[in-house]
């Protein structure tokens, strides 16, 4: 097992004469250097920088950027990613804008003279999207603008964007990676030196860095990613089964279905479905969704906003992960009173089962 590393500073031989790499932990510390190194490895990256949080990690890849270019992004975003672009990176000059981007010829179309970045998720959160990170590299190459993928829902044992010619990959380690809900963490990986360089420098004068401990999680979650995600995947596909046959459930969201507008973009560029599963819940008579009933009665699935862990967590969208987002948007994207997300974790299958029907009985009763 990797040691944690817990100083804070490291002795010199004299001064600016190191011993080794590192002098200052905020710098570099080797737990977090065996983190970064092993999360490069598993994105096929040559650089690795670990954050704090996958916030923290999304800030200092828009911190490369300068007051006045513009980013695209695509309009279906976990709710933290739209609060910093919409509410924190605006005061200082970036310009984002919220589009969908299925048809890379409208994101074409869309780039300014000043566009520096695209970024997008594929799935996206929470109405699992599918973007086509092939066809957005080509677009974002021909136009020399900087292509970002948060590849947390998929993982790299899913996914992996820079394959498919994406300039970065963005992680909320917080999430499966980790897996265990007891981390908070983020991380970039990138091939390309100048904006590794970049990013490195971010890391050490922002100072939003992964500590070494929460280092040493991460590394141990990584031990079992690939294991935990095929089972996630299996697990997921016998619920969406269940709830697409389910009467009180009107739409299943899961690039798994045929149905799903980007399964065959999804069976491209992904080697499975993932864990994750939105689903609408039907309306009653006051035009009304019963959604607060059917999470209130669950006892295998926790409410709980984040993903990823070995546990299993229902979460609404509307006022929970995505409540900053403007009712106008909500609107826009789906997200309504009736949007339940799950993320499906690793107990046996037929108890979660047995779950979502004590749900869907308490929601019953409601209607």
Not at 25 to 45: F, I, K, M, V, Y
């Amino acid at each position: 097992m990797t040691p944690i590393v817990l100083a804070s500073t490291f002795a010199q031989d004299g001064p600016g004469v190191l011993k080794g790499p590192y002098d200052y932990s905020r710098a570099g510390n080797p737990t977090r250097t065996a983190l970064e190194q092993c999360l490069a490895a598993l994105e096929g990256a040559k650089h690795g920088v670990a954050f704090g949080s996958g916030c923290a990690a999304t800030t200092a890849l828009l911190l490369t950027l300068k007051s006045g270019d513009h980013v695209l992004v695509g309009d279906d975003v976990y709710g933290g990613t739209f609060r910093i672009f919409d509410k924190v990176m605006k005061q200082f000059g970036l310009d984002a804008t919220f589009m969908d981007l299925s048809d890379p010829a409208k994101v074409r179309e869309a780039i300014r003279p000043n566009t520096r970045m695209l970024w997008l998720e594929t799935p996206s959160n929470p109405m699992l999207k599918i973007f086509d990170i092939a066809a957005l590299a080509e677009v974002a190459k021909k136009a020399n603008v900087t292509l970002a993928v948060d590849n947390t829902f998929a993982t790299p044992m899913l996914q992996r964007p820079l394959d498919l010619g994406a300039t970065v990959a963005v992680h909320s380690t917080t999430k499966y990676l980790n897996g265990h809900s007891d981390v908070v963490g983020g991380a970039a990986l990138t091939s390309d030196d100048e904006l590794g360089e970049k990013l490195h420098f971010i890391q050490k004068s922002v100072g939003g860095v992964q500590s070494p401990f929460d280092s040493y999680m991460v590394l141990r979650g990584l031990k079992t990613l690939g294991v935990r995600m095929r089972q996630h995947v299996k697990s997921a596909e016998v619920l969406v089964d269940h709830l697409t046959r389910h009467g009180l459930v009107t739409r299943v969201f899961y690039p798994g279905l045929e149905s799903h507008p980007g399964h065959a973009v999804a069976a491209r560029q992904m080697k499975g479905f993932g864990g994750m599963i939105s689903l609408d819940l039907r309306v009653g008579d006051k035009g009304t969704a019963p959604s607060a009933a059917f999470l209130r009665a669950l006892r295998v699935f926790t409410c709980a906003e984040s993903l990823g862990g070995v546990e299993s967590l229902a979460e609404l969208p509307a006022i929970m992960t995505h409540a900053s987002l403007t009712p106008e948007a909500r609107r826009s994207l789906g997200i309504g009173d009736g949007l339940v997300r799950l993320s499906v974790g690793l107990e046996d299958v037929e108890d979660l089962k047995e779950d979502l029907e004590r749900g869907f009985r308490a929601m019953e009763a409601a209607l």
